[in-house]
């Protein structure tokens, strides 16, 4: 059963910041790996696809990485503002059409 | 707008009456699924169908049923909610592609007393 794994837990840096979010998971059989931003009380919001043949992805401030053979996925984050503070989950899709979710890192940007 | 709707965001119930959260999604969506969220243990898969009558068990589907009869609504359905499922919902749909995202609802924080 496919295992992932976020680390830092929390984490709380200075605006402006670069910061990077690191995602581990151990069966690299998967379609994609996606990441997802979470507010308090709020749903799920889609930062970010890689496919399984890609290495990186790209939008705005935020650039994602994919290192299959290693079982890794990195979530850099470039002039980290205030805004920016949620919950930040990465999901493995697995070749068996489930999603597999970390249990977040928690972002504070302090202004 | 694109977007998967989930029905009610907030649940107060008591033990053994039963209950149906609604989801439903306007994008054509094949794949739709649901989740709950506890602290420290993340989002974990509780059902998923790949289309229309088609359904499958996710990682703890024990206390819960789902029925896909149309392609947009997929309800999960509390026969006889306990404490134990006192969580935060969501559920999610996606193109039965796997190269493009998925979309998530707003979430339903149920609680059970």
Redesign the interface.
């Known amino acids: ?1 496919q295992e ?1 794994t976020q680390i830092p837990a929390a984490l709380s840096v200075p605006e402006g910041e670069n910061l990077v979010l690191n995602c581990s998971f151990t069966d690299s059989a998967i ?2 790996l ?1 990441w ?1 931003r979470q507010d308090p ?6 930062l970010l ?1 890689i ?1 399984s043949s890609q290495r990186e992805q790209t939008s705005g401030r935020l650039n994602a990485s994919l290192d299959k053979s290693s079982g890794r996925s990195t979530l850099y984050i470039a002039a980290s503002q205030p805004g920016d503070s949620a919950t930040y ?1 990465c ?1 493995a ?1 697995n070749t068996g ?8 890192t928690s972002l504070t940007v302090i202004p | 707008e694109a977007q ?1 709707t989930q029905n009610p965001r907030y649940l107060i119930t008591v033990t053994g009456k039963k209950l149906t959260v609604t989801c439903s999604q306007n994008m054509n969506h094949e ?1 739709m ?1 649901w ?1 709950r969220q506890d602290p ?6 509780i059902y ?1 169908s ?1 289309n229309v009558e088609v359904t499958d068990k ?2 703890v589907p024990e206390g819960y049923k789902v029925s896909r009869k149309e392609k947009r609504n997929f309800p999960l359905i509390l026969e006889s909610p306990s404490p134990n499922q006192t969580s935060l919902y ?1 559920c ?1 749909s996606r193109p039965q592609v ?10 339903t924080r149920l609680t059970v007393v």
């Not at chain 1, 009380?41 to 889609?46: A, D, E, F, H, V």
């Not at chain 1, 059409?97 to 977040?104: K, M």
């Not at chain 2, 420290?40 to 898969?45: F, H, I, K, Y």
């Open positions: 059963k992932v379609y994609n996606q997802f009380g709020k749903g799920l919001t889609s696809l496919q989950l999901a899709l059409n489930q999603f597999y979710f970390g249990t977040g | 998967v794949y699924s989740y420290g243990l993340g989002l974990r898969q998923y790949m996710g990682d969501f999610a796997s190269y493009t995202e998925a979309f998530f609802g707003q979430g």
